[in-house]
């Protein structure tokens, strides 16, 4: 149980295009979930809180704009990336939580920007 | 802020034998859980072990264990019988336990390489 996905697992795109990630609790439902981007060989840093029904809360630094999270289901989360550049190429993680105490992971979307 | 610190970037043990991977935190709250995640190079974020602050009992999960030192704001794990399975990442964690102030947002710290030499 507590199975999280990530499609695609792997896309590339061309500089100014927008990517869709998209992010699902495949047995049970989650009302939270979490958008992280990690840098090779670094740790998660997490970019955004994402709440069924509402809007998402952004941590400091991470531009709203840039990065479009919406989470229109108990299942469902999305993160779009907004003309995308190189600089934006990176691996995202998202996670869900189906109780207060444990976060569970997806596989991760390896995104390379050319 | 909350901050979690993995002063180890790599650690290296011998198949069979035993490692132990450091991290302090910093917090002001009383109630919070510590985790321990493994990150293989498949990087699929795997829960190892869970610790609840209110607990004194060190938390353990079969070959791994955690020596938690509250007073200290310390939380190392130790892999004991190591496997080459347990090649990774490893990160420790922090959340608060008052969901209203911070969701269940996880802190992590800079992570851990750790390499099993056979």
């Known amino acids: 149980g507590a199975v999280v996905s990530q499609h695609p697992s792997w896309v590339i795109c061309k500089s100014g295009t927008s990517v869709k990630i998209e992010c699902r609790s495949l047995?049970?439902?989650?009302?939270?979930m979490f958008w992280y981007r990690q840098f090779p060989k670094q740790s998660l840093m997490l970019m955004a809180t994402?709440?069924?029904?509402?809007?998402?809360?952004?941590e400091q630094g991470v531009e709203k704009d840039k990065f479009l999270i919406n989470h229109a289901s108990l299942t469902l989360s999305t993160l779009t990336v907004t003309s995308a550049h190189p600089e934006d190429s990176s691996f995202y993680i998202c996670?869900?939580?189906?109780?207060?105490?444990?976060?569970?992971f997806g596989p991760g979307t390896r995104l390379t920007v050319l | 802020a909350q901050t979690v610190t993995q002063s180890q970037p790599e650690m290296s043990v011998q198949e069979a034998e035993t490692v132990t991977l450091s991290c302090t935190y910093d917090?002001?709250?009383?109630?919070?859980?510590l985790f321990w995640y493994k990150q293989p190079p498949s990087r699929q974020m795997i829960l190892v072990i869970r610790?609840?602050?209110?607990?004194?009992q060190n938390a353990t999960e079969n070959r791994f264990s955690v020596n938690f030192q509250k007073a200290a704001k310390s939380f190392s794990l130790k892999i004991s019988d190591s496997q080459l399975g347990d090649a990774a990442m490893y990160f420790c964690a922090y959340r608060s336990a008052l969901i209203r102030a911070a969701g269940n947002k996880l802190t992590f710290g800079g992570g851990t390489r750790v390499l099993v030499k056979p």
């Open positions: 917090t002001s709250e009383s109630d919070y859980y």
């Open positions: 996670s869900a939580v189906p109780t207060r105490n444990e976060q569970f």
């Open positions: 610790q609840e602050a209110y607990k004194q």
């Open positions: 994402s709440n069924e029904g509402s809007k998402a809360t952004y």
């Open positions: 047995d049970f439902q989650a009302t939270t």
